[in-house]
């Protein structure tokens, strides 16, 4: 793959469907085929290297205002992590220091919540695969023929390469990290405990490539001709 482009920042992020993204990127415009609902790939992140490596784009140059592209809902920027983060502190320094009229686990407790603990599992996981069959089903293609193909690599910030053996077991050791927190939330028989440790930190693990595209704020990309 020969380079062409190098290091340059993401801009004017929009975002057209569930499945394509809409850029500029060193003054032309691009569409990122970034999150194939269809792609089962998709619904398990950090699995493949592939999907970290690089993102199939479109350079749509002059055709940009066809597609209908709107700008991202805030939480779809990148930089949420921050406000999350603050959010988390925030909750763990009042289940820890606040007294228990001001303490949020307390002020939530409810002792069916671990009395319920098997339909709370099954309630997330048929969520879970609402979801997907939603997401599966759901028309996100756009006739891209005829453009010209590239490569969105990132250039600063590349993701270490790890052998598949590797990679399972960092995803094997997530997967009992995070059931270990949803048990802490249903365990601590709290509607906030539940949401903090258990849903927050769970449900969304399998949709988190739906909800936010490629670091813009940190990451300078180039771009590579796609072999064929």
């Not at 394509?20 to 950090?46: C, M, T, V, W």
Request: cysteine-free; overall charge positive; glycine content about 4%.
């Amino acid at each position: 793959m020969e380079s062409e482009v190098d290091k340059f920042v993401i801009q004017s992020v929009k975002r057209i469907n569930t499945r394509y993204y809409l850029f500029e990127l060193h003054g032309r415009y691009y569409i990122a085929d970034y999150s194939n609902p269809k792609d089962l790939r998709q619904y398990i992140p950090g699995m493949f290297q592939e999907l970290q490596d690089y993102t199939t784009i479109y350079d749509v140059t002059g055709h940009e205002k066809e597609y209908n592209a709107k700008p991202l809902k805030w939480y779809e920027k990148s930089g949420n992590e921050k406000l999350i983060y603050l959010i988390a502190v925030t909750y763990l320094v009042n289940i820890v220091v606040f007294p228990a009229k001001l303490n949020l686990a307390m002020l939530t407790y409810d002792p069916r919540i671990v009395e319920s603990w098997k339909t709370i599992i099954l309630l997330m996981g048929i969520g879970s695969l609402f979801i997907i069959v939603y997401l599966y089903l759901k028309k996100t293609y756009i006739d891209l023929e005829g453009k010209k193909e590239y490569l969105l690599v990132p250039s600063t910030n590349i993701p270490k390469k790890l052998s598949k053996f590797k990679r399972l077991l960092l995803y094997i050791v997530m997967i009992i990290f995070l059931i270990l927190l949803l048990f802490i939330g249903i365990g601590s028989s709290s509607y906030s405990q539940l949401l903090f440790f258990g849903i927050i930190p769970v449900f969304p693990i399998p949709f988190s490539r739906f909800l936010n595209f490629v670091d813009i704020n940190n990451t300078k990309y180039h771009i590579e001709k796609k072999e064929k």
